[in-house]
């Protein structure tokens, strides 16, 4: 509808869980796939997506720092961050 405007929230993305960032990320993307938006509206939408989007990177981001790999090392079990590469024979090949 012409006189029709949509409101976006103005909660910002850090105030906001992984979950529901997610949701109205994809909430805004439904809306600017409908092409019905004023072009102010469909700025509005698509910068919020974008801050969206990086919120929910970073917070992903933080969630692989927090992931441990349990390996077994000379016998024993050891924990480590995910990414952090497994010792090879002690040796450096650089």
Request: contains cysteine; negative net charge.
């Amino acid at each position: 509808c012409p006189g029709r405007r949509l409101r976006f929230p103005t909660m910002t993305a850090e105030e906001l869980p992984f979950e529901e960032a997610l949701a109205r990320l994809e909430s805004l993307v439904d809306r600017l796939e409908d092409g019905e938006l004023a072009l102010e509206e469909a700025l509005a939408a698509f910068e919020q997506g974008v801050h969206l989007t990086r919120q929910c990177a970073a917070q992903l981001e933080q969630a692989e720092r927090r992931i441990d790999e349990l390996v077994e090392e000379g016998g024993e079990w050891l924990r480590r961050p995910l990414d952090e590469p497994a010792a090879e024979n002690g040796t450096d090949e650089s």
